[in-house]
């Protein structure tokens, strides 16, 4: 039987992309549309610099706060300006206040159907600014454990971060539901990790397709159907 849904958080339950291309593109309209630049041009460098230092400070090989720094930097160098850090903090906090303003909840979020389950979370990233997230959207509550990367010091898929959140859940592998939206480290890192996965894309075509212990939906308010075919056809436990 499950016994607890955990979900992953950017792109899951709030928006990350797009609160991304938003941010990005109020301070394009303040700081970079008068070099020449297309809005275009400057989103792809964005989304290359934030992945470049995102994907360094979760493998521990810079802080947080230096990627912050190192991320501004690096896309003023590809306009052929170079920043000191003092500049690109300041850059960077104006961009972050107007991502912070771009979060929003997806309309398919029905924590409230889901009472009768734990619920935690698993998500990559600062711990302040994940919890931010929760708060912001009024949401922090309905979790019974919240568990960051940034606290631990791993990252999805890596099998201990979702050890962690079943420790505190006290519960087994095979009692745990986890939906994320990435398919390496949200979906096969909770299959690998031995839960039942699910992958949220809100653009597939059909509702439900299962794969092997694990399935894609289009909507989150079908987690309570894939619950029931879950258990239905459960052989453990």
């Known amino acids: 039987m499950i016994k607890a849904i955990i979900f992953d958080i950017d792109d899951t339950l709030i928006s990350h992309t ?9 301070f394009y309209d303040k700081f970079i549309a008068e070099k020449g ?4 041009e400057f989103q792809d460098i964005w989304k290359e610099e934030h992945d470049k230092y995102m994907e360094q400070y979760l493998k521990k090989e810079i802080t947080f706060q230096e990627q912050k720094i190192l991320r501004l930097k690096g896309v003023f160098s590809r306009f052929g300006e170079n920043i000191s ?8 906090n ?4 107007a991502y912070e303003n771009n979060w929003t909840l997806f309309s398919d979020v029905c924590l409230e159907l889901l009472n009768d389950y734990l619920l935690g979370i698993i998500s990559d990233g600062d711990s302040d600014q994940q919890r931010k997230k929760l708060k912001n959207k009024s949401i922090i509550d309905f979790f019974d454990t919240v568990v960051i990367s940034g606290d631990l010091g791993i990252s999805k ?17 095979y009692e745990a539901l986890y939906i994320g939206d990435n398919y390496k480290k949200d979906f096969i890192g909770a299959i690998n990790s031995v839960l039942y996965a699910g992958l949220i894309d809100r653009n597939a075509d059909k509702k439900i397709e299962y794969v092997g212990n694990g399935f894609i939906i289009n909507s989150l308010e079908l987690i309570p159907e ?12």
């Open 157 to 173: 898929p890596d099998k201990r971060i979702f050890k962690k959140c079943l420790n505190d859940l006290d519960i087994n592998s």
């Open 226 to 237: 894939i619950i029931k075919e879950i258990n239905k056809n459960k052989d453990v436990g």
């Open 85 to 92: 850090s003092a500049e690109a903090k300041e850059f960077f």
């Open 94 to 97: 104006y961009y972050l206040s």
């Open 18 to 26: 797009s609160a991304i291309k938003k941010g990005s593109k109020n």
């Open 37 to 40: 630049f297309t809005l275009s």
